[in-house]
């Protein structure tokens, strides 16, 4: 390959049963196509997609992208790519914290892990050196116990109990304050007999252009600046993600009582400003981010994200916010997924007819982290629970994935979002609350199917590209893929505008549902559970909350269907990969 | 909540009159496509088929281009005509959302999509202007007026450098500077109209139809940009202000209820200068306050002759001079709360009747209710105007 700037042009590739590990070097042509993070790593996954999870081909991948460690903002993030064991689907989630910097900087574009290892297990990584050594010290350890018997300089990603005791919502923790969390990853490292992974670097990511990308890093920052919900004084800046609780209540549409309602009476005492006046907190992120959107406490606890504020409060039913940071460390140290987690005991109480004051949340959340008691079953997560149970229809989740804080009822286009996303109940997909609640690019009526179809293909194209970057989602709120464009192409060399950026997400997403389709995944998986389209929502202050009519959000779904290029029963076909380039046969 | 509602075949309608109302195109000229699953238009036209294949081949949920009318027309033609292949107006909606503004020599898809790649509207040389917009029709709106406006500005600003004889321009500009003055004038002269709901305001409801009333008055009067700008009014402890990307001629629906000791966070979906709109309640009497940007203490606010400057090319930032049109300081400072932002120069410049932000637009107070901001925001444009016409000879 000739010279390239931005990507290192190498991939690490660990086989933990043989104890070995490789250089890949992927071709510059599959880089300028799916970029990086998300991309890379669903272009590696596809081959692997009739693999069982628990396979030991199965790989386990850490994904950065070109603007990883260079100067263009918020691009400090890593994507972890798998299969999931909670849904079956392609699997990825994007973290941030350091790793993705020092990766780069140790000279690697990701590393996919593929293998078994005999026994408990870390690996080592320092510039091109890789070590696999001995965990067994650490088995059975929480995140952050282990995180502090680590290397202090290096970054790290772990697992904590949760993963080991076969929790299916596991997460991988980066650092210290954040986690590729959802479709659990964390079990599926695990299964590898993988505790933990170190790295660090200390060499500087080549730029093409440093000017250009001054430039175009000017007007990010400027159009970030302007935006009200990233660095206004209310902004997540300052209040962190928690700062939608208001806006969500006041729009009638937090979840509560396992989504039988969608207004919590008492709810204006649990939001943002209760947390800083009580909690002090100060500001953190990821490496090279100026908006800083995590939290921690004075007595250095995390502060909640919004889901974790809203299912640990509405969902089930809680109004002590002292509960909802103490469930949040639990799920933080024992590595679990805060959302999936709040939601299959929401499932539970629903189930079992427990009222909030029956049961005993932190004990319950012990009881999954360390698969005893009613965790053995919970550990499943809500939609095998539900399942075992007889009652399927009260899991509320899509393609088994439990659904986060924004009741679809509220906002269509988060409903149909809710219903393509290709990793299950999932709102950063497309994230219609940007329109359809933030008024970002420009308002939508939330109440309306009308032109959502393409709409969330849109969004999901633009966000597939973004976790390739791979960049934060939230400076999204002002800039775009124009400046974006710009930035990619300073660092790289590779002339890019934002509308070849689109198509890029466009391959991406669509290889997403190629993987779910050779897994069995078809339109029957594309739904919302039953409840939205027959119950009302809580009504009242001159908002109606109605069902969802049915008939209008299949009709759309057909519509997205035809926009995204898909049989009418939500399959790909080969035409569109032609079109895409995608190298598959059908 | 929000209005009409989110219908495709309603919001073409919607823009496509809002093109004719604000004056920037004439009836039936403008022509606005969207697709979902399948294409519509607002009406019958002979552009379809280009459009048709831009729009496919991007990905985006609308497209519009329209002829523009007089003065834009001449003063885009002009302004292409002496352009290479972009223009770049240095006012803060251009730098801060446009960045610049492609010009292309065809009125063909392979030509616009090309540009369109890369920025959200183009100029098609003695044809008009096309945008497009990602999630709905409305962004393809506010871009071509964004872009009617840049280059009013830009040119504006250029002549009056020309007229000086500090940067001459090339040809004839002088024609097009009279007509936009002419034209001008005669708008100027016709406003009419004052608030008519009088405070102190005695309840929430009507502190926001007062900040309704306002907004609509503001636009009549063309005192924006498409229909930018915000408006708040502060009852007891809760600042009203309007929300961020709203019509001020719609603000039913659109206004955030912000308690100043921000215990609840409504303010993120509230006007980008929330923080600003904040600090000048904090720090004077001010019970209202209005935001516009009248063109010509725009175009004022940048004409200044310091050529040697060191901060010359940064003065949005960085200017550090004691400047004023008339009584009224012009300030620096970009939009939002960044170091340099203006939520940290409008207000202790706010004093008087009114503060304006170099290439922004113009704050104006009230101490009971509207009536004193918005004519204070008339008169102040009105001087910024008849001072400019006496600096370029064009009185």
């Not at chain 1, 996303?421 to 329109?435: D, K």
Request: charged residues 25%; neutral net charge.
């Amino acid at each position: 390959m000739n010279r390239i700037f931005g990507w290192t042009g190498k991939i690490l590739k660990i086989d933990l049963t043989e104890g070995s590990f490789e250089t890949v070097r992927p071709e510059k042509p599959v880089y300028e196509k799916y970029i990086g993070g998300k991309g890379l790593g669903g272009y590696f996954m596809l081959p692997h997609a009739h693999l069982h999870w628990q396979s030991p081909e199965i790989p386990l991948m850490f994904m950065t992208g070109p603007l990883v460690g260079t100067g263009a903002p918020t691009s400090g993030r890593i994507s972890v790519i798998t299969k999931s064991p909670l849904t079956g689907t392609i699997g990825d989630a994007s973290a941030g914290g350091k790793f993705g910097t020092e990766m780069k900087r140790a000279g690697w574009d990701g590393i996919i892990i593929t293998g078994k290892a005999p026994s408990m297990s870390m690996v080592r990584i320092k510039e091109s050196t890789v070590e696999i050594l001995s965990a067994s010290h650490l088995k059975g350890k929480r995140t952050d116990e282990t995180m502090a018997l680590l290397n202090d300089g290096a970054s790290k990603a772990v697992i904590g109990p949760a993963a080991e005791n076969g929790v299916l919502f596991s997460v991988i923790a980066f650092d210290s304050d954040s986690f590729a969390g959802r479709n659990g990853a964390g079990l599926v490292m695990a299964d590898k007999n993988l505790k933990c992974i170190e790295i660090t670097g200390t060499g500087e990511v080549a730029v093409y252009d440093t000017p250009e990308l001054k430039k175009a890093r000017e007007d990010i920052f400027r159009l970030a600046a302007a935006s009200p919900v990233l660095k206004g004084e209310l902004g997540i800046s300052e209040y962190g993600t928690g700062t939608l609780y208001d806006l969500i209540r006041s729009r009638r549409m937090i979840p509560a009582d396992n989504f039988r309602a969608t207004f919590f009476p008492g709810a204006e005492k649990l939001n943002a400003f209760h947390y800083k006046e009580k909690y002090t907190p100060s500001k953190t992120g990821c490496a090279g981010c100026h908006i800083l959107c995590k939290k921690r406490g004075s007595d250095k606890r995390a502060i909640p994200e919004y889901e974790t504020m809203s299912h640990f409060t509405a969902l089930i039913g809680n109004r002590d916010i002292e509960l909802v940071m103490e469930a949040n460390r639990i799920c933080n140290e024992a590595g679990m997924d805060t959302i999936s987690a709040a939601s299959t005991i929401a499932c539970y109480m629903e189930i079992e007819g427990l009222s909030p004051d029956k049961i005993d949340i932190l004990k319950l959340l012990q009881e999954i982290a360390s698969s005893s008691g009613e965790g053995k079953l919970l550990k499943e997560g809500s939609m095998k629970y539900a399942a075992l149970k007889g009652h399927p229809e009260i899991s509320m989740s899509v393609k088994g994935l439990e659904l986060p804080a924004y009741d679809p009822r509220g906002a269509y286009g988060m409903a149909l979002a809710y219903a393509t996303s290709t990793r299950g109940g999932c709102h950063l997909r497309a994230y219609p609350v940007s329109h359809e609640i933030l008024r970002k690019p420009v308002a939508t009526d939330r109440f309306t199917f009308s032109g959502k179809a393409r709409i969330v293909k849109i969004a999901e194209d633009m966000n597939a590209v973004v976790d390739s970057l791979t960049a934060c989602r939230f400076i999204f709120f002002a800039a775009s893929l124009e400046e974006y464009a710009r930035a990619l192409s300073a660092v790289t060399g590779v002339q890019y505008t934002g509308h070849d950026l689109f198509k890029a997400g466009e391959r991406i997403y669509y290889t997403d549902r190629i993987f779910n389709f050779l897994n069995g995944f078809t339109s029957a998986d594309d739904d919302l559970p039953l409840r939205f389209f027959s119950m009302e929502g809580s009504s009242g202050e001159g908002t109606d909350i109605p069902p969802l009519n049915r008939g209008e959000f299949l009709k759309t779904r057909e519509r997205y269907y035809r926009v995204r290029g898909l049989t009418e029963n939500g399959l790909p076909v080969k035409e569109k990969c032609m079109e895409l380039g995608i190298e598959w046969n059908l | 909540m929000y209005g009409a509602g989110y219908r495709m075949e309603s919001l073409i309608k919607k823009y496509s009159d809002k093109l004719v109302s604000q004056n920037l195109c004439e009836k039936d000229t403008p022509l606005l496509g969207a697709i979902d699953d399948s294409i519509i238009w607002s009406r019958d036209a002979d552009e379809i088929p280009v459009l048709e294949k831009v729009l496919l081949s991007l990905n985006t949920s609308s497209i519009l281009y329209a002829p523009v009318k007089e003065p834009y027309r001449s003063i885009i033609n002009y302004l292409a005509e002496n352009s290479t292949d972009v223009i770049r107006p240095d006012d803060t909606e251009t730098r801060t959302f446009l960045h610049d503004i492609p010009v292309a020599d065809q009125f063909s898809a392979d030509e616009i999509i090309d540009n369109l790649k890369k920025r959200k509207g183009l100029i098609v040389r003695n044809r008009g202007i096309v945008t497009w917009g990602s999630v709905s029709p409305e962004q393809a709106f506010v871009t071509f007026s964004s872009i009617c406006f840049s280059c009013y500005v830009k040119f504006m600003t250029d002549f009056y450098f020309h007229s000086k004889g500090i940067a001459k321009l090339p040809g004839n500009p002088e024609k097009t500077a009279a007509l936009a003055v002419s034209m001008y004038r005669d708008f100027i002269a016709a406003l009419q109209g004052e608030p008519s709901i009088q405070g102190p305001f005695s309840s929430p409801d009507q502190t926001a139809a007062a900040i309704i009333e306002a907004g609509l008055l503001t636009v009549k009067s063309g005192m924006v940009d498409s229909f930018f700008g915000n408006i708040s009014a502060k009852f007891g402890s809760t600042i009203y202000i309007s929300q961020t990307g709203s019509s001020l001629d719609e603000l039913s629906g659109a206004i955030d209820p912000c308690p100043i000791d921000n215990s609840t966070s409504n303010a993120i979906t509230s006007s980008s200068e929330f923080s600003a709109h904040k600090s000048v309640y904090e720090s004077s009497p001010a019970a209202v306050i209005l935001h516009g940007h009248p063109r010509f203490s725009v175009i004022m606010s940048m004409l200044c002759d310091d050529m040697n400057c060191r901060n010359r090319g940064l003065c949005h930032i960085n200017c550090s001079k004691e400047r004023f049109i008339d009584d009224i300081p012009v300030v620096p400072g970009e939009v939002g709360t960044g170091p340099r932002g203006l939520a940290k120069t409008i207000p202790p410049a706010l004093k008087g009747r009114g503060a304006i932000v170099y290439g922004h637009g113009l704050f104006t107070t009230g101490t009971v209710d509207f009536t004193d901001a918005f004519r204070n925001l008339i008169d102040i444009e009105k001087k910024a105007f008849l001072l400019y016409t006496a600096m370029t000879g064009l009185s």
